[in-house]
């Protein structure tokens, strides 16, 4: 079993919809991840949290804008999404610093109409 | 900029074989190196974790290497089974986790 939690697992949305992916360790982590990943591709880094504060932003359009709560929570709104977003959607955690080892979720497959 | 290649992209195998993927960075500087098991929908598990200072680890029948001079990393997976089919990348740490393409392994009966 794995120890990041995703929530949904499957969302299927409009592109007029606003909708949320949720994401949730208690490893006592400090650092959290979001990836987008593509149909045979590896996992591309979206946004990362360090002690709750958003650290990296790797260019994502502003339809995406993640939050986090709380050092177990990680939120990824979603609003107003092209087909082209559709993708699996991958959280993870880690101990802070950039050379710590990764846990994943097992991601939300998301599918634009 | 760190760039991490995994040779065969895709890999058929008949069952009991052992075989050997291969994970190639640019930049011997790592601290670590991780090998992922991904089947298809999911997740990434973390098989293995090479500190810099190690030259392999084990679990179970796979067996990973580092050599950072020469910048490859090669997991040895022991008499393969159906149930090893999935994707295997390898990804090196620095200010984001670097992935590798990923080798997609068809281990058939």
């Given at each position: 079993?794995?120890?990041?939690?995703?929530?949904?697992?499957?969302?299927?949305?409009?592109?007029?919809n606003?909708?949320?992916?949720?994401?949730?360790?208690?490893?006592?982590?400090?650092?959290?991840?979001?990836?987008?990943?593509?149909?045979?591709?590896?996992?591309?880094?979206?946004?990362?949290?360090?002690?709750?504060?958003?650290?990296?932003?790797?260019s994502?359009?502003?339809?995406?804008?993640?939050?986090?709560?709380?050092?177990?929570?990680?939120?990824?709104?979603?609003?107003?999404?092209?087909?082209?977003?559709?993708a699996?959607?991958?959280?993870?955690?880690?101990l802070?610093g950039?050379?710590?080892?990764?846990?994943?979720?097992?991601g939300?497959r998301?599918?634009?109409? | 900029?760190q760039?991490?290649?995994?040779?065969?992209?895709?890999?058929?195998?008949?069952?009991?074989?052992?075989?050997?993927?291969?994970?190639?960075?640019?930049?011997?500087?790592?601290?670590?190196?991780?090998?992922?098991?991904?089947?298809?929908?999911?997740?990434?598990?973390?098989?293995?974790?090479?500190?810099?200072?190690?030259?392999?680890q084990?679990?179970?029948?796979?067996?990973?290497?580092?050599?950072?001079s020469?910048?490859?990393?090669?997991l040895?997976?022991?008499?393969?089974?159906?149930?090893?089919?999935?994707?295997?990348?390898?990804?090196?740490?620095?200010n984001?986790?670097?992935?590798?393409?990923?080798?997609r392994?068809?281990?058939?009966?």
């Amino acid at each position: 079993d794995t120890e990041v939690t995703q929530t949904p697992k499957h969302l299927v949305m409009g592109m007029t919809n606003k909708k949320s992916l949720k994401c949730e360790q208690h490893m006592g982590h400090r650092a959290m991840y979001w990836y987008k990943q593509k149909a045979k591709k590896p996992p591309e880094l979206m946004f990362v949290y360090s002690y709750e504060k958003l650290s990296i932003n790797e260019s994502v359009p502003s339809r995406f804008s993640p939050e986090c709560p709380n050092s177990s929570l990680l939120n990824l709104h979603l609003h107003a999404l092209q087909p082209e977003d559709s993708a699996l959607y991958l959280c993870a955690s880690s101990l802070p610093g950039g050379y710590q080892p990764q846990h994943f979720g097992d991601g939300t497959r998301l599918s634009i109409l | 900029k760190q760039e991490v290649t995994q040779i065969p992209a895709a890999l058929s195998v008949p069952e009991g074989e052992n075989l050997v993927l291969n994970c190639s960075f640019t930049d011997s500087a790592i601290y670590n190196l991780q090998w992922f098991r991904q089947d298809p929908g999911k997740g990434l598990t973390s098989l293995l974790l090479i500190q810099s200072s190690q030259r392999e680890q084990t679990s179970g029948r796979l067996n990973a290497s580092l050599d950072k001079s020469s910048g490859r990393s090669t997991l040895y997976i022991a008499a393969s089974q159906p149930g090893d089919s999935a994707t295997y990348l390898c990804a090196v740490p620095g200010n984001m986790l670097t992935f590798g393409g990923g080798t997609r392994l068809m281990v058939k009966p």
